[in-house]
């Protein structure tokens, strides 16, 4: 791990006489929106995370070949969305990592930076979650971190749980129900591009960089992205 990507980690675990409990809020966050956001802070009341540390993908895997846009307006926007809430952070530790970012690698590089009494939870969509077992040295990823599956209302989790189940991998995932995740980046993206308004789906500071920057005026929408 480079010196400049530990300066964008917060300094947590000096008290070595208690646990904390990092949150890590992963995905292209393209834009993001309060759906994020809502999420973010269920899991962090839910889990009684101590901190929620955002991190934007820097070359996503599962978009290789996709248009994203630029790393640093994603996490100019990431910055802007979470500054008000002093539970969140934002890092720049994917963006400022060279090659694909993948999920296993982040962790690994966590936990040998944090010490042991600092525990990591990975917070992610319930859809992201059936597909867990094929992502980079899942074996791995189960023994470095709690997962988060936010799921919508309605949506059935059996099918995921019965998977991880049946792998014998130690994964420990914990489920919570987030009523916004019907909003979606994809939808923000298309939205945008057709000169709709994106007002109350995320936040105006983010929407005001949107506008000042001139993205997803031409945007191509392949994917829906639920985080």
């Known amino acids: 791990m480079t010196a400049d990507a530990r300066a964008s980690l917060p300094e947590l675990g000096a008290d070595a006489s208690r646990e904390y409990r990092l949150g890590i809020m992963g995905g292209t966050f393209d834009p993001i929106h309060y759906g994020h956001m809502v999420t973010a802070e269920q899991a962090r009341e839910a889990l009684d995370l101590d901190l929620v540390l955002?991190?934007?993908?820097?070359?996503?895997?599962?978009?290789?070949?996709?248009?994203?846009?630029?790393?640093?307006?994603?996490?100019a926007m990431t910055l802007l969305a979470t500054a008000a809430n002093a539970a969140f952070d934002a890092s720049r530790f994917e963006i400022d990592r060279?090659?694909?970012?993948?999920?296993?690698?982040?962790?690994?590089e966590l936990r040998a930076h944090y010490p042991e009494n600092v525990r990591l939870f990975f917070i992610t969509g319930a859809d992201a979650i059936l597909d867990l077992l094929t992502w980079r040295d899942a074996g791995r990823?189960?023994?470095l971190a709690t997962f988060i599956a936010a799921t919508?209302?309605?949506?059935?989790?059996?099918?995921?749980?019965?998977?991880?189940?049946?792998?014998?991998?130690?994964?420990?995932?914990?489920?919570i129900e987030i009523p916004a995740l019907a909003i979606s980046s994809t939808n923000i993206r298309a939205r945008v591009a057709a000169g709709?308004?994106?007002r109350y789906l995320t936040n105006e500071s983010?929407?005001?960089?949107?506008?000042?920057?001139?993205?997803?005026?031409?945007s191509v929408v392949e994917r829906t992205d639920v985080l």
Do not use: C
């Open 152 to 175: 919508r209302p309605g949506y059935n989790i059996e099918q995921a749980r019965r998977r991880i189940e049946a792998s014998g991998l130690p994964f420990d995932v914990r489920y």
């Open 141 to 143: 990823m189960a023994e």
């Open 54 to 75: 955002f991190m934007p993908a820097g070359s996503p895997a599962f978009k290789q070949g996709q248009r994203v846009t630029d790393a640093e307006d994603r996490y």
């Open 98 to 108: 060279v090659g694909v970012t993948y999920t296993v690698d982040t962790l690994v």
């Open 196 to 198: 709709k308004s994106v």
């Open 206 to 218: 983010v929407i005001g960089y949107i506008r000042k920057h001139g993205l997803y005026n031409e």
